[in-house]
């Protein structure tokens, strides 16, 4: 397996809004407790996978309030405060929790300006690198409470509260009439091998120097996930290149176009090595033909939407 290691590139650089990040990022979700609710399973761990990743290189971790709700930014601020210049955290508004962990819309423009607030307190940070809208049905037309949700968001860029404005969960719809309004930095949607629905948004952020930065790189928890990382063709290409199956699924997004950014998500240090070495396979041409050829297969039909994934969040 190809690990991390003193010195790698993390795959390069790309720009996520004013800022310029490794391509190989960490996502860290997975740091609080199952159903990404309550105390994380190995408080330990978790902050040693935190520190690890940035001694690592990594200068872009993502997060959300919701996540715990705050144990996942609370975990990071013990792990990592005072924050190293450079280091790029990007958080989510637009959801809560209830205290039995139901996930909440939270996306009145008043609801977002305090989702900011609220990570702002948990981080102990004065700004954030970017805060990503995070659309609770991405099927649903974009309109003037869109426009009202990003005009909040713009104003807490213009207040200094956020350098830049993301999308999350969204169509190209939702894509198009944001950068009528705004500057936007990433957009950050479901993607993977398994799950190629938002091909036309990734098309349209390349198109336009905007990062993608695809949630769920390794497949939708469960099912998809597994059958990702058992799959046959992943398994014999990973072998011939001396890689793991994660690698693969992992290298074949960084090698699809060079606006992609990566944060895949872990609880373990092991798994982080083997993901930010992910970075360091390349795939050759026979593994690129092979790849778009082959899908781990599905067993239902895809629906032609994004999905609305509340199963993800
Ligand atoms: N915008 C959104 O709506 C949205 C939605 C979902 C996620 N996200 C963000 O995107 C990040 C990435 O999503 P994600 O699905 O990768 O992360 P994730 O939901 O945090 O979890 C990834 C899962 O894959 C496992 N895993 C990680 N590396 C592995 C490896 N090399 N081999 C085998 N299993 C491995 C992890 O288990 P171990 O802990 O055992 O390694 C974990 O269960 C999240 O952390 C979150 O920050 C955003």
Redesign the pocket.
């Known amino acids: 397996m190809t690990g991390a290691g003193a010195g790698q590139d993390l795959g390069g650089s790309f720009a996520l809004g004013s800022w310029r990040v490794h391509r190989a990022g960490y996502?860290?979700?997975?740091l609080a407790g199952d159903g990404v609710f309550g105390p994380p399973r190995d408080r330990e761990e978790a902050l040693l996978v935190l520190r690890a990743a940035v001694a690592a290189g990594v200068d872009h971790i993502?997060?959300?309030q919701y996540?715990g709700p705050g144990t996942v930014n609370r975990l990071i601020r013990e792990a990592l405060h005072p924050y190293p210049d450079g280091l790029a955290i990007v958080s989510?508004v637009a959801a809560r929790r209830d205290p039995d962990g139901t996930l909440r819309r939270y996306d009145e423009p008043h609801e977002l300006r305090q989702g900011i607030e609220d990570n702002l307190t948990t981080l102990g940070a004065d700004r954030l690198a970017v805060v990503?809208l995070?659309m609770m049905d991405p099927s649903e037309t974009p309109g003037r409470q869109f426009d009202a949700q990003l005009a909040a968001l713009v104003q807490a860029r213009e207040e200094g509260l956020i350098d830049g404005i993301g999308l999350?969960?969204v169509s190209r719809l939702h894509l198009l009439r944001a950068v009528d309004q705004s500057e936007i930095a990433c957009v950050?949607?479901?993607f993977n091998l398994a799950d190629q629905r938002s091909l036309d948004v990734l098309t349209e952020c390349a198109a336009r120097k905007i990062a993608f930065?695809p949630?769920?790189?390794?497949g939708?928890?469960g099912d998809q996930?597994h059958r990702l990382?058992t799959d046959h063709v992943l398994a014999t290409l990973a072998a011939r290149l001396g890689a793991?199956s994660?690698?693969i699924a992992l290298a074949w997004l960084l090698d699809l176009a060079p606006n992609i950014l990566l944060?895949?998500?872990?609880?373990?240090r092991a798994?982080l090595v083997?993901?930010l070495g992910a970075a360091d396979v390349r795939l050759d041409e026979a593994a690129r033909d092979e790849l778009a050829r082959h899908r781990p297969r599905r067993r239902r039909p895809p629906s032609t939407t994004v999905p609305t994934?509340k199963e993800?969040?």
């Open positions: 996502g860290a979700m997975q993502d997060t959300a996540y989510k990503n995070r999350s969960n950050q949607n479901l930065v949630f769920c790189p390794l939708l928890p996930r990382l793991t994660a690698q944060i895949p998500g872990t609880r373990t798994h083997e993901n994934t993800v969040l």
